[in-house]
């Protein structure tokens, strides 16, 4: 069975600083991954996927992430935050179809000035 | 492109009444649409999917219902509301294809007093 496991219910950075939300998952199939994020009173907004190809996936607002198999992982960056990017952050696998999209618990980040 | 809308965006309802809850996707055919429950600390919970017109299926029981009378309508219903209904309700669509995301509304903060 599919898992996602977040590292971390709150990340803290000082604006300018890189950010790093850690995401691990767990899948019997070759995974299909995502990363949303929710600001206060909205929905989910996607950041950014992995399919196939090219491990290092860029996405929006400057955010990027990297697949990797041997670690299991699928990593959140931004070299530089931004007071804007405090929000709750979520990944996501599947192995196939949005019915099987699994969250992780989210991580909220804080952006200090 | 394609919206998703998703009414109303807030709604303190009483212990036993009854709650109808809409969502309506724009711009694309066949969507499959989602209902889940987002309650605090607990994280994404998938409520029920449908990947056509009648066709609804249910992740967890509960007294909720879903229905979808139209291609890119989907309604989320309840006879008799309880205490424990109380969250943020969020609608979704994706493609059909496996690797499609999915794409939210800005939902529906439900206070059930």
């Known amino acids: 069975a599919q898992s996602v496991t977040q590292l971390g219910s709150h990340v803290s950075v000082s604006e300018g600083a890189l950010v790093l939300l850690r995401c691990n998952y767990s899948s019997s199939v070759p995974p299909y991954l995502f990363w949303y994020v929710q600001y206060p009173n909205q929905g989910l907004q996607l950041l950014l996927k992995?399919?196939?190809?090219?491990?290092l996936v860029k996405g929006i607002n400057g955010f990027e992430a990297e697949f990797k198999k041997s670690e299991t992982s699928f990593h959140l960056t931004k070299p530089s935050a931004h007071m804007s990017d405090a929000a709750e952050y979520f990944c996501?696998?599947?192995?196939?179809?949005?019915?099987?999209?699994?969250f992780g618990a989210g991580t909220r980040l804080f952006v200090k000035a | 492109s394609q919206t998703i809308h998703q009414w109303p965006a807030t709604l303190v309802q009483p212990v036993g009444s009854p709650l109808s809850l809409e969502c309506t996707v724009e711009g694309t055919s066949n969507p499959n649409l989602y209902w889940y429950r987002q309650a605090a600390g607990r994280g994404l919970q998938l409520l029920f999917y449908?990947?056509?017109?009648?066709?609804i299926s249910s992740e967890v029981p509960q007294n909720l219902s879903a229905s979808r009378p139209q291609d890119r309508q989907f309604i989320l219903s309840s006879k008799k509301l309880l205490l424990s209904d109380s969250g943020f309700y969020l609608c979704?669509?994706?493609?059909?294809?496996?690797?499609?995301?999915?794409?939210f509304g800005n939902g529906t903060r439900l206070t059930v007093t």
């Open positions: 996501a696998v599947s192995e196939g179809g949005g019915f099987k999209t699994i």
């Open positions: 992995y399919t196939t190809g090219a491990t």
């Open positions: 979704a669509w994706s493609a059909s294809s496996y690797n499609s995301p999915l794409h």
């Open positions: 449908s990947v056509g017109i009648g066709q």
